[in-house]
Each structure stands twice: as C-alpha cells, then as structure tokens.
C-alpha cells in the first residue's frame, strides 16, 4: 500500500521559515520523481516543486523559486521542502505527492 505522510507544519510569522517532511512507504522511493503541490483556502491545487529520482534536477514554481528548496534522501524514503522567507500567500495545506499518490497534506499557515 502506497503511503506518503507529511509533517512539519504549522504557524510562522511572515519571514519565517519551516521544513516539511514526507515519509514514502510502498513504493520504490528512490525511483520516483516527487512534487510537492499546495492548496490554499478556496483555490485550486498548485505544483510548488519538482525534484527527480535521484535528486539532482529540481524545479519550482516562480511564486517560490529562491525562497524553498525541495530534497530528498533515499536512504530515508523522505521527501523534504525547506520553505525560507514565508509569506502570508504561502498559507495552504502542503501535500507530498508522488506517481503512485498524494499523502493528506500538512497546513502551513503564515500569519503574525
């Protein structure tokens, strides 16, 4: 069974910074392209960042770019988003999302 668990939200003031975590369970992790995608309260999905198999090639969405940093350990199964310089447009609930799923998501809520 394919699990993806996210943690490490929470509350920040704007500037603020979390990381947020994905444990992957019932799948070949270290095989797989991962996303992270954000909804935020009344819109759409919105795809935040890619990062490949192996972790060396990245992607970001311009509304993040320079501010979060995706990484992964395979080693871990863990997929990881650093999110530095929050902003209050950066509230959403998080989600970790592979291939094979989407875990329940983990709330990030910027606010003073």
């Known amino acids: 069974e394919v699990q993806l668990v996210e943690s490490g939200g929470g509350l920040v003031q704007p500037g603020g910074s979390l990381r947020l975590s994905c444990a992957a369970s019932?799948?070949?992790?270290?095989?797989?392209?991962m996303s992270w995608v954000r909804q935020a309260p009344g819109k759409g999905l919105e795809w935040v960042s890619n990062?490949?198999?192996?972790?060396?090639?990245?992607s970001y969405a311009e509304s993040v770019r320079g501010r979060f940093t995706i990484s992964r350990d395979n080693a871990l199964n863990t997929l990881y988003l650093q999110m530095n310089s929050l902003k209050p447009e950066d509230t959403a609930v998080y989600y970790c999302?592979?291939?094979?799923?989407r875990g329940q998501g983990t709330q990030v809520t910027v606010s003073s």
């Open positions: 990062i490949n198999s192996g972790g060396s090639i990245t």
């Open positions: 999302q592979s291939p094979k799923g």
């Open positions: 019932g799948f070949i992790f270290s095989s797989m392209y």
